[in-house]
Structures are given as C-alpha cells and as structure tokens.
C-alpha cells in the first residue's frame, strides 16, 4: 500500500487530502503542519509521495524540498501553490519537483497527479527482478521471467550497457516488456540515485508531446496560462524513457536530436537556453530502418538513438517460458483476487501454448486473470478462457502423445508449487474431462450418459454441478465452446 505525506499548516487542506485517500484501501495518508514534523516522518516512514506547501510556518517549502531530497532522493514531491507562490514552485519543478497543485484543491487534478506520483516512485525503487526463477510471489509488472536463448541475450545485454551513458533503443512487439527492460537499466546504472520518467510518444497529441517534453512559457499558446516545466527539465540528471519513439512526429524530432548531440534546449515561447543532463531510452515496435528509407523517420535521430539495441522475442518464439510466465501470472492472480486457483488442466495449456499471443506477454497476463475470474475451483479449465483465445486452438483436436505431455505438464506444474491437494486436483480435472465428453457423445441426455459412465443419475447431476459442466438443451459442454 502506497503512503503519501502531506505537509500543510493548514487543517482544511490536510483534511481534504484525508478525505479523498484516507478511506481508500490502497493509499495510506501521513499528514505534518510543520516542516520539522515533516521532515521527521520522511525519515522514520519513507513515504512514496510528498505533498508540500510551499509556505510553511516554520521554514520555506524550498528548503524542506531540498531536506527530503538529501533523505530520499526518489520520493515524488508535489508543491501546493496559493496566490503569487506559483514562481516558486515552478523553481522546484527545475529541481526535480514533480508538479504543483494551486489552491482551491481540484480533486480530480489531485487524484490525477498523486497517483502519477505513486507510479513514478514505484518505477524508480521497485527493483526488477532479471531471473529465470522469480519467486511466485514476485509483484507480476516487476519480474522478467525467461529462460529462453532471447531472455538470456537480453540479460546480457542489460549487465553489459547499463552502467555506461549511452542511449539504447530496446526493439520489440507491443506487449513484451519493454519498459520492464528501460526500469532495469535506469536501476542498475549509475543514475539510479535520479529521477526516471516515462513518457508514451503515441499517447500524446504531437502538439501537446512538445511541451510535455521541454516545456512552455506562460502565454506561448492558448491555454499556456503557466509557466510549465517539461520532463527533459525534470529530468536533469537522471533518466527518461521515451516508449514509441517511432510515432514521433517530424518536427519533435528535429529538437530531439538537438538535445540528444548538445544537452540543451529552448522551452516552447522562450528564449532562455536551458542546459540539461538526461540519459534517454527509447523504444519502438515499429521497423525503424524502413521509416528511414521512407523519409518518415530521421536517420540522423535514428542513428543517434540506436547506441545500443536491445531486441525483445515475442511471446510465440520463447517456448517454456510460457509455462513460467502462467504459473507467474497464475499465481499473482489467485493471490490479488483472493482465489483458490492453483492450477491449469491439461487441456486448458494445451490451448495456451497453441495460440499465437499477438499481444505477447501483456496479453498473457490479462487472459491469465480472466480466467481466475471466471474460475470456481482449483483449477483452470478450457471454458473460464477468453472466447478469442479458445476459437484460435489450431490443428483441431490434440493427439494422443500431446495429451499425455499434457497430463504430465500439469502434474508437474502443480508439483512444483508444492501442493497438498495433488490427487483430489488430477481426479476433479480427469473428471470433468470425462463428464463433458461423455454427455456431448450421448446429446445432453444424462440417463443414457449416466449408463454409459456406470454412476447413478442422482452421482452424475450432483458431479456436473460440482464441477460447473454447463449443459444446453441441444447439449453441449463448455468445452465445446473452444
């Protein structure tokens, strides 16, 4: 649960702050109506956000900026302004300070931008694990799990260019993870002691992505009713991801490349030149090479950008790692939704390694947790899937020896998260298999169904509710719906 603190002397403005997280089962509120107060729960909690006035009745919100920066220098700090203090915020913007709030308090901006805050400190001090065997109890966006031949050259490259100040462009299918590798690279640098911003090129209209990156001054557009501090600012001395580099528009591209040879810039409207130190890593799902040749994409930037490449497989191309990344997922499922789900039947995996995953690991993750929603038991079966994932099974049926490596995959599975149900899961999964096929065979009819399974009408109704086998009045089982 993330904490945020909250620095006022003013009770209206802690209780508001209260007001809007207090109840929130995901956020804890810490509140100080002085900076000596504030100070010390900075050092005694570490909280993941800073919320601070920038007058305070016993020191200047400056220097107290300044203190938490000195304890922590990765805690997200948000200014509150009141009249004519909007100047001095923004000074603390150009010292690394997130953003700033004006008063009277917007709850849906405050809102906004602390969970901004909370997501930018969880980028910057959550570690990323690069190991094939992360526990499973691992946070599922903060792991890289993969044992493949890919996995293992991308771990190698991450060790060899993290440490070195140059720009890396990391080049992968949407899907695949990689922010996961530009947060591992900003940790294991020497910046990791800086900030780390991440900005998404497509995510952004081309003529707001500008002043999102270098700023404005008051009045250099409509509605630029502030002066506003862009992230290559915010940035100085750390390091910023620009994720679909590719989608950038011709114009941003000409002052990138400027920042990139010089470390310097003009915010949008000013003449001031302004002298940064940002490390940037970029990253593309787009063929960069052809971009060029067509003239939709810099080859001078191009170059620039590409110090060094780190290619990312996608998901159909890593083999096993599918299996560690659903027991991964799985299992941070079943613990986030507070289920039982501690296992995938054979022919729920059988569906799961014959699809072809266009949207790689994200993907994975997202029909993962569907299904552990849609899941009663134990068990995943065929039926909890996605309807896309399961009408994409290819080749049909599934022959005898790939049933049997199923069975065996799924045995194991279990066995490896050490169960202590084993039998009843294997039998309850066997069984649901055989009911299902048994009445699609006999159309719905369970006398004739129940003669055939050698069990009592009364054994086998009490069965298909148990295990959810779901019958139509034309009869099919829900595995037919793969």
Known sequence: MPTLLVVDDERSILSVFQRIFDK???????????????????REHHPDAVVLDVMLPDQSG?????????????????????????????????????????????????RQIVTKAFRIRRAMVEAIEIDPAVPRDASPGDAMIGRCPGMQI???????????????????????????????????????QGPFLAVNCAAIPENLLESELFGHERGAFTGADRKHIGKFEQCNGGTLFLDEIGDMAPQLQSKLLRILQEQRFERIGGTETVQTDVRVIA??????????????????????????????????DRGDDLLLLIDHFLAAASQDLKTNVRGVAPETMAILRSYSWPGNIRELQSVIRQAVLDTTGPVLFPESLPQVVREQKSGGSVTSASAEDAWEEFILQRLDSNPDALYDETIEAVEKKLLSIVLRETNGNQGEASKLLGITRTTLRSKIKKLGIAIDRVVHSNDDLD
């Open 24 to 42: 929130s089962e995901d956020t804890d509120v810490l509140t100080a109506s002085t900076a000596v107060d504030g100070l010390s729960i900075v």
């Open 62 to 110: 400056l220097d107290v900026f300044a203190e938490i920066q000195a304890i922590d220098s990765r805690v997200p700090v948000i200014f509150i302004t009141g009249g004519g203090t909007s100047g001095t915020a923004i000074e603390a913007m150009q010292h690394g300070a997130l953003d700033y709030l004006s008063k009277p308090l917007d709850i849906s901006q405050v």
């Open 154 to 192: 991308v771990y190698k490259a991450i060790g060899r260019v993290a440490a070195q100040n140059v720009t890396v462009l990391i080049r992968g299918e949407s899907g695949t993870g990689k922010e996961l590798i530009a947060r591992a690279l900003y940790q294991h640098s020497d910046r990791a």
């Open 283 to 316: 990253a593309t799902n787009r063929n960069m090479e052809q971009m060029v040749r067509d003239s939709q994409f810099r080859g001078d930037l191009y170059y620039r950008l590409n110090g060094y490449t780190i290619n990312l497989p996608p998901l159909r």
